[in-house]
């Protein structure tokens, strides 16, 4: 008699288990949505935050590299100017190149080279010592073409043996 007390309460609670999962599906639901597009928010705030950071970081990048670029610009032309070059005196060249590149900080070393593409005078080396060609045929051809400075690929330096 007890067992058919229980079925009976137990089958009598059936009902009230699904208005209860109802009632707990119902409140569930719009808390999962909402939470979800929160999160969504959230996610796009902290991509655009994180794209603006990339943009900034990537313009002062670009302005420091375009500022070394003008540097050693400045400097190269300047010393094409310079009365040793023009006479040929090349050891006193050598000697004002490596100061001026000191003092500017622009760059690790001068290459004077010839039409050919020869190297004349490299401040990476001790005025004399027998130095190669230019290590970037391609690029010197354009110099001597337009006439106007040119930025390269990296390319293996045959003096310096590291990539510049």
Request: glycine fraction near 8%.
């Amino acid at each position: 008699m007890l067992s058919n007390r229980l079925r009976s309460l137990l089958m009598s609670l059936g009902p009230v288990r699904i208005g209860l999962g109802s009632l707990f599906a119902t409140a569930l639901i719009p808390g999962l949505v909402v939470g979800l597009a929160l999160s969504y928010g959230i996610y796009q705030n902290e991509r655009s935050r994180l794209q603006q950071s990339a943009l900034q970081t990537t313009r002062a990048l670009l302005k420091a590299i375009d500022s070394e670029l003008i540097k050693a610009e400045f400097t190269t032309l300047t010393l094409s100017k310079s009365e040793n070059l023009r006479e040929k005196n090349y050891s006193a060249f050598y000697a004002q190149a490596k100061d001026v590149i000191k003092a500017t900080d622009a760059g690790v070393n001068f290459v004077l080279t010839d039409l050919t593409g020869q190297q004349i005078l490299n401040t990476a080396h001790t005025y004399g010592t027998p130095l190669p060609r230019h290590g970037n045929p391609d690029q010197f051809t354009r110099v001597l073409r337009t006439g106007r400075p040119a930025i390269s690929v990296l390319y293996q330096g045959p003096v310096l043996k590291r990539l510049i």
